[in-house]
C-alpha cells in the first residue's frame, strides 16, 4: 500500500511567473518615462532662460512718455515738466550717448550748437522743449494742464524723430 501512495505524488516544480509583461517591456517603459520626464525638465529650463526682448531707448522712452501721459491729471505741471525732461534728457544719452543728464539746458544747447547728431528742427524743437522746462521748473512759471499736454506732445515728437512737423 505504500507503494500506491508513492505513486500518486508529483515531484515540486520551480515557482510559476504570473507577470504577463516581459522583463524588456518593463525596462522601455521605465526608459521612455524617464526620458519624457527629463525634456519636460530641459523644456520648462529652456523656456524660463529665454531672453527677453531688449527695448530700443527709443522704445522705452515713448513707453514712458504714455506711463506719464496717464499722469498728467494727477502731478502738477511743475511736478510733471520734470517727469518729461527726465525721460527726455535719459533718451537722448541713452539714444546718442551725449551728457544730457550731466549739463545744464544751456550748456547742452552750447555743446549742441557746435556739433550736433540733430538736424536744426530737432535742435529748435529740443531747445523749444527744454527753454519751456526750465521756465517751468527754475522760473516757476505759472503753467497749465495745456502746458504740460505741449512739452508732452514736443516730447513725442522729438524721440519718435521723423515727425517734426509742429502739431
Known sequence: MQIFLAQE??????????????????????AGTLLLIGLTIW?????????????????RALDLLARAETEID?????????????????YVTEQYQLPVTRQTSVEFLNALAATSPFSSDEQALLSDFLNRCDLIKFARYDATREDSRLLLDEAERFVKGGMLAPA
Open 9 to 30: 505524488f508529483h515531484d515540486i516544480t520551480g515557482p510559476v511567473d504570473y507577470f504577463l509583461l516581459q522583463p524588456w517591456m518593463v525596462f522601455c517603459a521605465v
Open 43 to 59: 523644456l520648462i529650463k529652456r523656456w524660463r532662460n529665454r531672453p527677453l526682448a531688449v527695448k530700443t531707448p527709443r522704445q
Open 74 to 90: 494727477k502731478l502738477t505741471p511743475y511736478q510733471f515738466s520734470i517727469r518729461v525732461s527726465d525721460i527726455l534728457r535719459r
